[in-house]
């Protein structure tokens, strides 16, 4: 398996890994000091995500002063029949598809968003209480976001997510199966889709020409297994130890990153949503070594 280093970036997500088994944006470190860790590890790029007190152009110049490059960020969206909330959907993809073209980076990641209370943050995984009209309903929503990130010259890559209203295999070919893929690239997580018992492999070599940029993640699958059997919710499952650093699980990086075309540029992303070792720090060395091996 060997992967361009140019196309390795890390979103290092162990950093605002709540107690609780969730993620508060809050613990996250300062800026520079992420940097300092990621460049240390040998990391040479980073999940796009610019600070509201920041231009794009000072955000990238701040990481280029660790060596350090852009990659693709993340827009999430939700159901909602408030239209307020929605306009706020709609802002909110513009300004970050607007920041991702200053940035020079081609490709976002868009998927459902999460809530704590949420229906299937409570019974993950399997998805619970499907219906088809939500479903279409997610659909169009995907659609109408992803023209506006597209109407800045940047592709958004449908992104599963477990906890959402499309985390399945069944609801993620359907959604690549009745937008556009002018409209809709595909950004695969293997470790969403592998928790959710999904063939990612199998996903990226189906729709292998709408693959736009991945997250790497390695994962316990029997704890998914059994999650999944038990009725786990989220939280459950993630504090039991889920997630784990990239070779440090069970889960098959290589058979996915060697299921990508011969010629995939993209990106790829290497997230711990939340780390197996002591420290944020540690596991974001175990990620550069990772990396290190197989880059």
């Not at 408030?82 to 020079?104: C, I, N, P, W």
């Not at 959402?164 to 809709?184: G, K, M």
């Not at 290589?254 to 070792?277: H, K, N, Q, S, T």
């Amino acid at each position: 398996m060997k992967i361009r280093q140019d196309r390795l970036a890390i979103n290092p997500l162990q950093w605002v890994a709540s107690a609780d088994g969730w993620i508060d944006p809050s613990l996250a470190p300062s800026l520079d000091a992420q940097l300092a860790v990621i460049r240390d590890a040998g990391i040479t790029a980073l999940h796009s995500a610019v600070p509201g007190d920041m231009a794009p152009e000072a955000y990238a110049a701040r990481l280029a002063e660790y060596g350090i490059s852009p990659a693709p960020g993340y827009i999430p969206v939700r159901l909602t029949d408030d239209e307020s909330e929605r306009g706020t959907f709609r802002d909110t993809a513009a300004r970050v598809a607007e920041q991702h073209a200053a940035l020079g980076v081609p490709t976002v990641f868009l998927a459902m968003g999460m809530a704590k209370d949420a229906e299937r943050v409570a019974q993950p995984a399997v998805g619970h209480l499907a219906d088809q009209g939500r479903l279409e309903r997610v659909r169009d929503l995907l659609a109408e976001i992803a023209g506006i990130v597209r109407a800045q010259g940047i592709t958004p890559a449908f992104h599963p997510h477990v906890g959402t209203w499309a985390e399945t295999e069944e609801e993620t070919r359907f959604i690549l199966d009745t937008v556009d893929a002018s409209v809709l690239g595909f950004g695969p997580d293997m470790g969403h889709l592998a928790w959710a018992g999904a063939d990612a492999a199998g996903l990226v070599r189906d729709y292998a020409d709408r693959v736009a940029a991945v997250h790497i993640k390695d994962l316990d699958l029997d704890l998914a297994a059994e999650a999944r059997k038990a009725g786990w919710d989220y939280r459950r499952t993630v504090l039991a130890g889920l997630w784990s650093e990239p070779g440090h699980g069970n889960a098959d990086i290589e058979g996915f990153v060697g299921a990508l075309p011969d010629d995939f540029d993209g990106w790829l992303i290497v997230e711990v949503d939340r780390g197996a070792r002591p420290t944020p720090e540690e596991s974001v060395r175990l990620c550069g070594e990772w990396a290190a091996k197989h880059a």
